[in-house]
C-alpha cells in the first residue's frame, strides 16, 4: 500500500534554460536527529546547518558591517555597536526549503537580536529602496524586499540559546526572517545593500525567490519501517509548521491507513492529536498521538495533517520537491507485529 500522490520537479527552468534542481543538502548530512524534534528547542549541536561551503570563522573584533546603497548616509558598524542596542529574546524555528515532504532540515532556537529596521534607520532608506540586499563571508548573497524587511519580527541576531552565536549558525551576525524558508536568513553578514533589485545566489539557481515557508506536518516517531507491537499503545509525534504565514497550526489530526477500516475507499478518518508545545505562530508546534494499535498484522501507512488558523487545511497530493518548498501529507510505514 502507498497512496502517497506525489509528483516530482526534477528540474526548474530559468530563463528558458532547463537545470535540474540542485539539492542545497550534502549527501553526507545524517538526518536522524533532526526529524525527530522530540523537545521545543533544539539540544545544542543538533540544530541543522546548511551553507554553500565551508564555515567562515570571523573575529568579533576585526568585523565590520556596511550599510550602503539606497540611503540617506551609508554607516559602518561594528559588534559592539549592534550588542549595544536594544535587543529582543525571542524563539523562532527555522526550515529549509530543498527538503522532500518527511526531510525536512528544521529547528528551534531561542535568539537575541535587533531589530533590522532600527539599524537601517540609522543610515536612513530611500524612497527609491525596493530590496535590502545581504553579503556574507561567504560569498552567499539574497534579497529581501523592503515591506518583509522592515518587519519588527525580522532580526539582526547575535545569541543563540543565551550564548553568541555558533560560528557554524553565522557568527557575528544573521538575518532571522519569520516566514521565510532558511535561503533568506543569511549567516556572516558583512553588507548589507538598499537596492531597487537583486537576484540572490540560490535564485540564480532556480529556488523561489519569495521562499515562503508552506504550512507542513512531519511525522518525527515512527519512522518509515518501524516495527510496532500489535494491541498496545504507540505514540506518533511530530511537528508541524507554518512560520507565520496561516496565522499558526490551529489543530493537528492523525490518520492510519487513510482511515480505511471497511472495503469502502476514500473515506478518510482523521483523528485530533494533541499540541504539546509550542510558542508562538513563528515556531513549530509540537504534537502526538496516543494510538491504540489493532490486533490485525500487517503494514499500516500513518499520514498527519495541520489546520491554520486562518483556515488552511494541508492537502493530501502535493510536491515532493518544488522550488518553492515541498508540500503535500507525509506518509510513513510501519509494520505491527504480534507482541
Ligand atoms: N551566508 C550564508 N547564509 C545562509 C546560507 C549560506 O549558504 N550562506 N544558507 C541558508 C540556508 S539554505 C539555510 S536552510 C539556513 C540554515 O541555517 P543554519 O545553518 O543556522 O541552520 O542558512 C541560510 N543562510
Ligand atoms: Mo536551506
Given at each position: 500500500?502507498?497512496?502517497?500522490k506525489?509528483?516530482?520537479?526534477?528540474?526548474?527552468?530559468?530563463?528558458?534554460?532547463?537545470?535540474?534542481?540542485?539539492?542545497l543538502?550534502?549527501e553526507?548530512?545524517?538526518?536522524?536527529?533532526?526529524?525527530?524534534?522530540?523537545?521545543?528547542?533544539?539540544?545544542?549541536?543538533?540544530?541543522?546547518?546548511?551553507?554553500?561551503?565551508?564555515?567562515?570563522?570571523?573575529?568579533?573584533?576585526?568585523?565590520?558591517?556596511?550599510?550602503?546603497?539606497?540611503?540617506?548616509?551609508?554607516?559602518?558598524l561594528?559588534?559592539?555597536?549592534?550588542?549595544?542596542?536594544?535587543?529582543?529574546?525571542?524563539?523562532?524555528?527555522?526550515?529549509?526549503?530543498?527538503?522532500?515532504?518527511?526531510?525536512?532540515q528544521?529547528?528551534?532556537?531561542?535568539?537575541?537580536?535587533?531589530p533590522?529596521r532600527?539599524?537601517?534607520?540609522?543610515a536612513?532608506?530611500?524612497?527609491?529602496?525596493?530590496?535590502?540586499?545581504?553579503?556574507?563571508?561567504?560569498?552567499?548573497?539574497?534579497?529581501?524586499?523592503?515591506?518583509?524587511?522592515?518587519?519588527?519580527?525580522v532580526?539582526?541576531?547575535?545569541?543563540?540559546?543565551?550564548?553568541?552565536?555558533?560560528?557554524?549558525h553565522?557568527?557575528?551576525?544573521?538575518?532571522l526572517?519569520?516566514?521565510?524558508?532558511?535561503?533568506?536568513?543569511?549567516?556572516?553578514?558583512?553588507?548589507?545593500?538598499?537596492?531597487?533589485?537583486?537576484?540572490?545566489?540560490?535564485?540564480?539557481?532556480?529556488?523561489?525567490?519569495?521562499?515562503?515557508?508552506k504550512?507542513?506536518?512531519?511525522?518525527?516517531?515512527?519512522s518509515?519501517?518501524?516495527?510496532?507491537?500489535?494491541?498496545?499503545?504507540?505514540?506518533?509525534?511530530?511537528?508541524?509548521?507554518?512560520?507565520?504565514?496561516?496565522g499558526?497550526?490551529?489543530?493537528?489530526?492523525?490518520?492510519?491507513?487513510?482511515?480505511?477500516?471497511?472495503?469502502?475507499?476514500?473515506?478518510?478518518?482523521?483523528?485530533?492529536?494533541?499540541?504539546?508545545?509550542?510558542?508562538?505562530?513563528?515556531?513549530w508546534?509540537?504534537?502526538?498521538?496516543?494510538?491504540?494499535?489493532?490486533d490485525n498484522?500487517?503494514?499500516?501507512?500513518?499520514?498527519?495533517?495541520?489546520?491554520?488558523?486562518?483556515?488552511l487545511t494541508?492537502?493530501?497530493?502535493?510536491?515532493?520537491?518544488?522550488?518553492a518548498?515541498?508540500?503535500?501529507?507525509?506518509?510513513v510505514?510501519?509494520?505491527?507485529?504480534s507482541?
Amino acid at each position: 500500500m502507498n497512496r502517497r500522490k506525489f509528483i516530482q520537479v526534477a528540474a526548474v527552468s530559468v530563463g528558458g534554460l532547463t537545470l535540474p534542481l540542485r539539492s542545497l543538502r550534502p549527501e553526507s548530512e545524517i538526518l536522524e536527529d533532526i526529524l525527530k524534534p522530540a523537545s521545543m528547542i533544539t539540544p545544542k549541536g543538533k540544530f541543522y546547518v546548511l551553507q554553500i561551503g565551508e564555515v567562515p570563522v570571523l573575529k568579533a573584533e576585526h568585523w565590520r558591517m556596511g550599510i550602503t546603497g539606497l540611503v540617506e548616509k551609508p554607516i559602518m558598524l561594528n559588534y559592539e555597536d549592534i550588542t549595544s542596542m536594544e535587543s529582543v529574546t525571542t524563539m523562532r524555528t527555522l526550515k529549509c526549503i530543498g527538503d522532500p515532504i518527511g526531510e525536512e532540515q528544521m529547528s528551534n532556537a531561542m535568539w537575541t537580536g535587533v531589530p533590522l529596521r532600527n539599524i537601517l534607520d540609522k543610515a536612513g532608506v530611500k524612497e527609491e529602496a525596493k530590496v535590502v540586499v545581504f553579503r556574507c563571508a561567504d560569498s552567499y548573497h539574497t534579497a529581501v524586499p523592503m515591506d518583509r524587511a522592515l518587519r519588527e519580527e525580522v532580526l539582526l541576531a547575535y545569541k543563540m540559546n543565551g550564548e553568541p552565536l555558533p560560528a557554524k549558525h553565522g557568527f557575528p551576525v544573521r538575518l532571522l526572517n519569520p516566514g521565510h524558508y532558511g535561503t533568506k536568513n543569511p549567516k556572516w553578514i558583512m553588507n548589507i545593500t538598499l537596492a531597487e533589485s537583486h537576484v540572490g545566489y540560490w535564485e540564480e539557481k532556480g529556488w523561489d525567490p519569495v521562499a515562503r515557508v508552506k504550512l507542513a506536518t512531519l511525522i518525527g516517531t515512527p519512522s518509515n519501517d518501524a516495527v510496532i507491537q500489535a494491541g498496545g499503545t504507540y505514540t506518533i509525534s511530530g511537528a508541524a509548521f507554518d512560520s507565520g504565514n496561516h496565522g499558526g497550526i490551529e489543530r493537528v489530526e492523525v490518520s492510519i491507513n487513510d482511515g480505511i477500516t471497511t472495503s469502502v475507499d476514500d473515506v478518510n478518518t482523521w483523528e485530533a492529536a494533541d499540541i504539546w508545545t509550542s510558542d508562538s505562530p513563528l515556531t513549530w508546534y509540537l504534537w502526538k498521538y496516543r494510538w491504540q494499535v489493532p490486533d490485525n498484522l500487517g503494514e499500516v501507512e500513518i499520514s498527519a495533517r495541520a489546520i491554520a488558523n486562518d483556515g488552511l487545511t494541508q492537502k493530501e497530493a502535493g510536491f515532493d520537491a518544488d522550488p518553492a518548498g515541498a508540500v503535500g501529507y507525509h506518509f510513513v510505514r510501519a509494520e505491527i507485529v504480534s507482541g
